[in-house]
């Protein structure tokens, strides 16, 4: 079954645009190149025709390669895309906080405990969490009423049902308190908010913010609504914003 590439309608202009330059400028440069090496006459210690034939090589693979994707291309519509969750094509807002600064830093980032809680029951049980604080210092800074408030607020958000915070570890009298609606954030107080574009494998670029589905941090966004928190790695993200990037997919 050959792989499906996902991308944009303006990441598959740039494909056959880079597939049309090299056709037309690049590889003739390097024929020509070629010809001029091969006139030359011995060939054996010839570096010129080397590095051209070497070049020349590198080329046909970046043909072979984008030629692979577009017969294989999937074009996002931006009809289809359901800006409800985080999917390809969305820009993400989020606070972006690193867990091994502390916990005060993560809170300067805007995040509460019952976010870092949150992130930390994308990867282990609450019970996990308490048997391994001296593993993670941030973990023995939080009390149990944190872990309380923390069950409490993330029932009010509907991330969990009852009894699955239960299996992980949050006890019945813990989620018996009063449940709290949950507020939003103040993005003007938080430091740490970022904005990414989920694209296409081919189309990422992590510089500007545009990074691949297929990512580690993409790929743990991926799905996610509006106020989850995810981590990854020693990374806490909280969504703070999902709207489709029209712009991107524009064809």
Known sequence: MPKEYIMTAAGKRELEERLEHIKMVEMPAVVEEIAKARAQGDLSENAEYDIARDEQAKLQNEIDAIKEKLAYAKILDEKSINDEVVSIGCTVKV??????????????????????????????????MRANK???????????????????????????????LIDKGFAEAELSLKVKGRGKVDASKCTGIKSYTIVGSHEADALNGRISNESRVGAALLDKEEGDVVMVGDLLFKILDINVDKKAIKK
């Open 95 to 128: 606070i972006e906080a690193d867990i091994a600064d502390g916990l005060d830093e993560v809170e300067k980032c805007g995040l509460t405990r019952t976010d870092i809680i949150a992130g930390f029951l994308t990867r282990m049980s609450v019970n996990d």
């Open 134 to 164: 001296q593993n993670r210092p941030i973990l023995g800074d939080l009390t149990a009423d944190d872990y309380a408030i923390a069950g409490s607020e993330l029932l009010s958000g509907k991330r969990y049902k009852k009894e699955d």
